[in-house]
């Protein structure tokens, strides 16, 4: 299983950026997906996950993130992305996405949930 996150850069404070996860090797919708984020010096953390299709409600969110990102899935393309808005300084971090082989019932927020893992795109949001 092969993901390539893409999509990072430098934006100012309030602005925006798109980031993509391209999978080869796995069909995302069967699977559910996850964002997550490493600051330096810090672990890495949750930021938002999208369930296998099917699995009702599709995404769920960091407290942190929530209202201002927000995930999607085109299974044509097997990509997802995470939109991201109103960006703030404490957004700066590298965003890796991954993907779960198994489904759990519950939220899936743990790094451990996850077993496949792209290479990390850096965000970094200045003044």
């Known amino acids: 299983v092969q993901l390539q996150a893409s999509g990072g850069g430098s934006v100012q404070v309030g602005g925006s950026l798109k980031l993509s996860c391209a999978a080869s090797?796995?069909?995302?919708?069967?699977?559910?997906m996850g964002w997550f984020r490493q600051a330096p010096g810090k672990e890495r953390e949750f930021v938002g996950a999208?369930?296998?299709?099917?699995?009702?409600?599709?995404?769920y969110y960091a407290d942190s993130v929530k209202g201002r990102f927000t995930i999607s899935r085109d299974s044509a393309k097997n990509t997802v992305y995470l939109q991201m808005t109103s960006l703030k300084f404490e957004d700066t971090a590298v965003y890796y996405c991954a993907v779960a082989e198994r489904h759990l019932a519950g939220l899936m927020t743990r790094v451990n949930d996850y077993d496949y893992w792209g290479q990390g795109t850096q965000v970094t949001v200045s003044s």
């Open positions: 999208i369930r296998r299709s099917g699995s009702g409600s599709g995404t």
């Open positions: 090797g796995r069909t995302l919708s069967r699977h559910s």
